[in-house]
């Protein structure tokens, strides 16, 4: 399933280039207004902080929610004590675009991810040029010189990379990056499989210095407490929060 939405997210980038070119795209994205300063917003405190994400549908749960203003919905998470935000921008599974990362990132004033399958210099240009202060590069779904490419190229941006983990060679080869964020996904992008406690086994091999974020599967506080107790720095959270209302469950998910 990785590698069908890989493929698919890389075919719909060649029909937008079609439209606008590479240099076009790159041009755009230098001259976007400076990236924020994610790390800073994502530092390690004396509290859990939440990336919240816009998050429509996904192939694992299908509609999960309408979401007709996703500014909106940004600005409420920005309210609720959001440290960032993460905009779904791929369209065929999540219903998502880089319209939606445009408008939010006009909306706040918080670090804005762009969630997506990534895999060529052209969409990292996009996110830049959408106004993204973040990328997401999913390590098990790029060849290793690749992935060390684009991890290049978004800091060449002044962007942060956040760099997806499964499994433990893959976040071998993300601290191999020099990695400054290192997600751990509790799904598995191809089974959909979820495993709340993976986090706590590959995190210990984290090492302090770089920011640990623990992606998927909260549900509840309990979850939220359960990647703290762990050693999250961050958790991402898309589900609950568009399926409840955004600032009360936030205020719950940041009483932990
Ligand atoms: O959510 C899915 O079904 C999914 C399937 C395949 C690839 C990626 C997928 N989701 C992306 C994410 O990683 C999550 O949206 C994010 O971590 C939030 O997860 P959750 O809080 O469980 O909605």
């Known amino acids: 399933m990785l590698a069908d939405l890989m ?15 590479l240099s076009q795209v790159e041009a755009a994205a230098l001259a976007a207004p400076a990236p924020l300063d994610a790390l800073s917003a994502l530092a390690p405190a004396d509290r859990v902080k939440i990336i919240a994400e816009v998050k429509r549908a996904s192939p694992s749960r299908g509609q999960l929610a309408d979401i007709p203003d996703p500014a909106q919905l940004a600005v409420s998470y920005e309210a609720g004590g959001a440290s960032a935000i993460s905009v779904l921008t791929e369209g065929r599974k999540f219903k998502g675009s880089l319209a939606d990362l445009e408008e939010v990132r006009g909306a706040v004033s918080i670090p804005v991810l762009r969630k997506d399958f990534i895999s ?25 010189k690749t992935l060390s490419e684009l991890y290049t190229l978004i800091r060449e941006l002044g962007m942060t990379a956040l760099v997806e983990t499964h499994r433990a060679e893959e976040l071998e080869q993300a601290l191999d990056l020099g990695a400054e964020l290192i997600g751990v996904n509790a799904r598995n992008l191809s089974t959909f499989e979820l495993d709340r406690d993976l986090f706590g086994t590959l995190a210990s091999q984290i090492p302090s210095g770089v920011i640990r974020v623990a992606e998927s599967a909260v549900l509840a506080p309990a979850d939220v407490a359960h990647y703290r107790a762990a050693g999250a720095d961050v958790v991402l959270i898309g589900e609950a929060l568009v399926t409840n209302d955004p600032i009360l469950t936030l205020g719950e998910f940041l009483a932990v």
Do not use: H, K, N
Request: glycine residues 8%.
């Open 7 to 21: 493929a698919g997210a890389l075919s719909d980038a060649r029909e937008r280039e079609l439209q606008r070119s």
């Open 120 to 144: 060529t210099p052209y969409q990292v240009f996009e996110a830049r040029a959408a106004g993204a202060d973040l990328a997401l590069l999913i390590v098990a779904g790029l060849d290793t």
